[in-house]
Antibody, heavy 123, light 107 residues
Framework: QVQLVESGGGVVQPGRSLRLSCAAS????????MHWVRQAPGKGLEWVAV????????YYADSVKGRFAISRDNSKSTLYLQMIGLRPDDTAVYYC????????????????WGQGTTVTVSS | DIQMTQSPSSLSASVGDRVTITCRAS??????LDWYQQKPGKAPKLLIS???SLQSGVPSRFSGSGFGTDYTLTINSLQPEDFATYFC?????????FGGGTEVAVK
């Protein structure tokens, strides 16, 4: 079945780095844009970043620009989020999500979500 | 960036009620509006894409409408499993932005 499984979360001190992974299965990963979305404790959803199906286009929320980097390995059906300079306000559940649009540089609804991985930034 | 204003932030309703949630964009988003349902401790679930396209498996009591800047999610005959938080999201351009959410609670 179509599935996304995140990993790599944990507790990290401010200023440190972390890399999240998202393993995809059950669909043609290389054909779809992929997103990261986060949710701070008790808060709403915040879109973080998107990468196009071919990896050539990447966009970020202003809150993470310059600190986070999204990437993908289509040969491994895996999405990544490299996070550096982590701050306490980066504490959240991080979800990866599949875009509905295939082979497109436009973005649509996010129709498949992982279960999330928790990142806690604290000294 | 496009701002999404969702209202109300919470509401109380009973099983069988009709519930309406609205979302207003800070500029026209040409129907690039999606609705999600989230239950505690779970990932969001896409209910409706492109304003009114019901996702496979989503009950027909859910419907979406709107155009320009104003959009609506309607739940007809609220069921026990519908008590949850609902979010709108625009996919007209990046950065994608979400509304603040509407918690639908038991009256």
């Amino acid at each position: 079945q179509v599935q996304l499984v995140e990993s790599g979360g944990g507790v990290v001190q401010p200023g440190r780095s972390l890399r999240l992974s998202c393993a995809a299965s059950g669909f043609s990963f290389r054909s779809y844009g992929m997103h990261w979305v986060r949710q701070a404790p008790g808060k709403g959803l915040e879109w973080v970043a998107v990468i196009s199906f071919d990896g050539n286009n990447k966009y970020y929320a202003d809150s993470v620009k310059g600190r986070f980097a999204i990437s993908r390995d289509n040969s491994k059906s895996t999405l990544y989020l490299q996070m550096i300079g982590l701050r306490p306000d980066d504490t959240a559940v991080y979800y990866c999500a599949k875009d509905m649009g295939s082979n497109s540089n436009d973005y649509y609804g996010l129709d498949v979500w992982g279960q999330g991985t928790t990142v806690t930034v604290s000294s | 960036d496009i701002q999404m204003t969702q209202s109300p932030s919470s509401l109380s309703a009973s099983v069988g009620d009709r519930v309406t949630i609205t979302c207003r964009a800070s500029q026209s988003i040409s129907n690039y509006l999606d609705w999600y349902q989230q239950k505690p401790g779970k990932a969001p679930k896409l209910l409706i894409s492109a304003t009114s396209s019901l996702q496979s498996g989503v009950p027909s009591r859910f419907s979406g409408s709107g155009f320009g800047t104003d959009y609506t999610l309607t739940i007809n005959s609220l069921q026990p499993e519908d008590f949850a938080t609902y979010f709108c999201q625009q996919s007209y351009n990046v950065p994608l932005t979400f509304g603040g959410g509407t918690e639908v609670a038991v009256k």
